[in-house]
């Protein structure tokens, strides 16, 4: 039976940014057991905020600036905090989730996915906005026209919102996070920020 590795994310979430050298590196290491087809790496996203057009308030940028200080002093990610000064930020991550669902389509989901996270805490550009998104979509090959009806369906037709109800089923609450699902049992697996050893071993200790 082949067993599938959830991993649930947010594109605006830090701590996903955060995660993201080791996540790679766990990738890697997982590769012979994808290519023995006992493993596969399912994403699925997680939607931190809802569409919103209100100005972020002040307290509540000031809370997430300091969480980006914070993931930088204990991980050594890289932020530009010039996004604080120079953008108009919204409590708003669904465009940017519907941007790497719609990616999924064309086998370009991970490159969304980066290209957001890049666009946002290397170039202080704000994915909320659709035009950054668009931007993100030509830089990875697609189409601009064409991705922009089809974010359309997909929030007219709530596709994103059903997977985030089922991340929620699943028990999936926290972003980034993994778990990895054999037949009908989740095993949560224990995330280390820091070096991908101790998730590669628990995998392989419930494959076994």
Known sequence: ?????????????????????????????????????????????????????????????????????????????????????????????????RACYVARDTGLEEEMYHAIQEAYYLQAKNPSDLNTLVECAEQIGMNADGFQKTMQHVKNERLLE??????????????????LLIGDKLTPIPLDYKDHSSMLNAIKKALS
């Open 162 to 179: 059903e997977e985030i109800e089922q991340a929620r089923h699943l028990g999936l609450n926290s972003f980034p996070s993994l778990a």
């Open 1 to 97: 039976m082949t067993a599938t590795l959830i991993y649930c994310y947010d594109p605006m979430c830090s701590w996903c940014w955060g995660f993201r050298p080791t996540w790679t590196k766990l990738q890697k290491a997982l590769q012979d057991l994808i290519d023995a087809d006992q493993l596969i790496i399912q994403p699925m996203l997680g939607g931190l905020a809802v569409d919103s057009d209100v100005a972020m308030p002040d307290e509540m940028k000031a809370k997430l600036e300091g969480t980006w200080q914070n993931i930088q002093a204990s991980l050594g990610t890289n932020f530009n905090f010039d996004f604080w000064k120079i953008a108009a930020p919204r409590r708003s991550t669904y465009p940017a989730c």
